[in-house]
């Protein structure tokens, strides 16, 4: 579906049947609507916000000029986070949280639905997935500049593994409504920002495809 169907559909919506106006949705929408309002199986975890999982996991705040410095640090490299001012890292730090966690936490919950990411400043986090066997298969661990989460924070779906803290640990959050603000707020940033996201999201696909085909070969 292309995104003026889909303001159509709800631009539509508040039309009169009788409006002559109004014309009835295309017969190939209607399994998405149905689909998205759905109640979802009670085994389906309910989304789990950052503040809950931050006092779950014994999260401490972390003084933001340090955060911001670790972050262009881990970052520096970056074309596009490298070329923003010194105003431009204000506003990013507007929308971030800086946090450091104790070893041994789990910051992100297989199958849990989530709406934040995080970044990794310093320290390393372990990806583990646990197969339907109950085995952990460790598929990477993150270190500084690494993030974690973002494929939930961008389509809302279910985490795909578990990311539990090796270390102590320094990360930035990034909640799904702090970069819905940014990009309202300042579209140019929120694209930087997301862009640096999916480079290293595709960076990290990548890797693990590589992986999986070399296990694949191997067996």
Same mark, same amino acid.
């Given at each position: 579906?292309?995104?003026?169907?889909? $303001? %159509?559909?709800?631009?539509?919506?508040?039309?009169?049947?009788?409006?002559?106006?109004?014309?009835?949705?295309?017969?190939?929408?209607?399994?998405?609507?149905?689909?998205?309002?759905?109640?979802?199986?009670?085994?389906?975890?309910?989304?789990?916000?950052?503040?809950?999982?931050?006092?779950?996991?014994?999260?401490?705040?972390?003084?933001?000029?340090?955060?911001?410095?670790?972050?262009?640090?881990?970052?520096?490299?970056?074309?596009?986070?490298?070329?923003?001012?010194?105003?431009?890292?204000?506003?990013? $730090?507007?929308?971030?949280?800086?946090?450091?966690?104790?070893?041994?936490?789990?910051?992100?919950?297989?199958?849990?639905?989530?709406?934040?990411?995080?970044?990794?400043?310093?320290? $390393?986090?372990?990806?583990?997935?646990?197969?339907?066997?109950?085995?952990?298969?460790?598929?990477?661990?993150?270190?500084?500049?690494?993030?974690?989460?973002?494929?939930?924070?961008?389509?809302?779906?279910?985490?795909?593994?578990?990311?539990?803290?090796?270390?102590?640990?320094?990360?930035?959050?990034?909640?799904?409504?702090? +970069? %819905?603000?940014?990009?309202?707020?300042?579209?140019? +940033?929120?694209?930087?920002?997301?862009?640096?996201?999916? /480079?290293?999201?595709?960076?990290?696909? /990548?890797? +693990?495809?590589?992986?999986?085909?070399?296990?694949?070969?191997?067996?």
């Amino acid at each position: 579906m292309t995104m003026k169907r889909f $303001l %159509d559909r709800f631009v539509g919506a508040g039309k009169r049947p009788d409006d002559p106006s109004h014309e009835p949705a295309e017969a190939d929408d209607q399994g998405f609507f149905a689909t998205q309002f759905m109640e979802r199986p009670e085994d389906v975890r309910a989304t789990s916000a950052w503040n809950a999982r931050a006092l779950a996991v014994g999260a401490h705040p972390l003084e933001p000029e340090l955060g911001l410095k670790l972050l262009l640090a881990a970052w520096g490299s970056d074309v596009l986070m490298a070329s923003l001012s010194g105003e431009d890292h204000r506003k990013v $730090l507007e929308h971030l949280q800086f946090v450091t966690v104790p070893p041994g936490r789990e910051l992100i919950v297989q199958d849990e639905k989530g709406d934040y990411a995080l970044i990794v400043l310093e320290g $390393l986090v372990a990806v583990d997935r646990i197969q339907p066997t109950g085995a952990h298969a460790r598929l990477a661990e993150a270190r500084e500049g690494d993030v974690l989460g973002e494929m939930s924070l961008l389509d809302a779906g279910s985490r795909f593994a578990s990311c539990v803290t090796l270390s102590r640990v320094s990360l930035a959050v990034l909640s799904s409504h702090a +970069l %819905d603000e940014l990009a309202i707020e300042d579209p140019r +940033l929120g694209m930087a920002l997301m862009t640096s996201m999916a /480079r290293r999201l595709s960076l990290r696909m /990548r890797q +693990l495809s590589a992986r999986l085909g070399a296990l694949l070969t191997a067996g």
